[in-house]
């Protein structure tokens, strides 16, 4: 199972960016599907979660900016981020909780970070 994270760019502060990350790798089973943010030197903090029954959680410093959503269909989760700031600059990482075919455990994986640089 692949997590594969696009989206990021260089935006001007107010701008607006959509990250997507996509789930491949034959048979599983999705369950919370999140997106982290690493700036340099720090740590990465979780920024939004989405349950496969769709609900919603956010850090605060981004509530009412940023949109978590999914398409459990097509396994493709999304985050869109409006009014970015300076301080939303990081690397994005898309993460998801998944039984993958054959198991019948939980595990975590991760897809490789999508740079967002808020900038004038």
């Known amino acids: 199972v692949q997590l594969q994270a696009s989206g990021g760019g260089l935006v001007q502060p107010g701008g607006s960016l959509r990250l997507s990350c996509a789930v491949s790798g034959g048979r599983f089973v999705v369950g919370d599907m999140r997106w982290y943010r690493q700036a340099p030197g720090k740590q990465r903090d979780l920024v939004a979660r989405?349950?496969?029954?769709?609900?919603?959680t956010y850090a605060d410093s981004v509530k009412g900016r940023f949109t978590i959503s999914s398409d459990n269909a097509n396994y493709m989760i999304y985050l869109q981020a409006n009014n970015l700031k300076p301080e939303d600059t990081g690397a994005y990482y898309c993460?998801?909780?998944?039984?993958?075919?054959?198991?019948?455990?939980?595990?975590?994986?991760w897809g490789k970070g999508t740079q967002v640089t808020v900038s004038s």
């Open positions: 989405i349950t496969r029954a769709g609900a919603t």
């Open positions: 993460y998801a909780r998944i039984v993958p075919g054959g198991s019948f455990d939980w595990s975590d994986y």
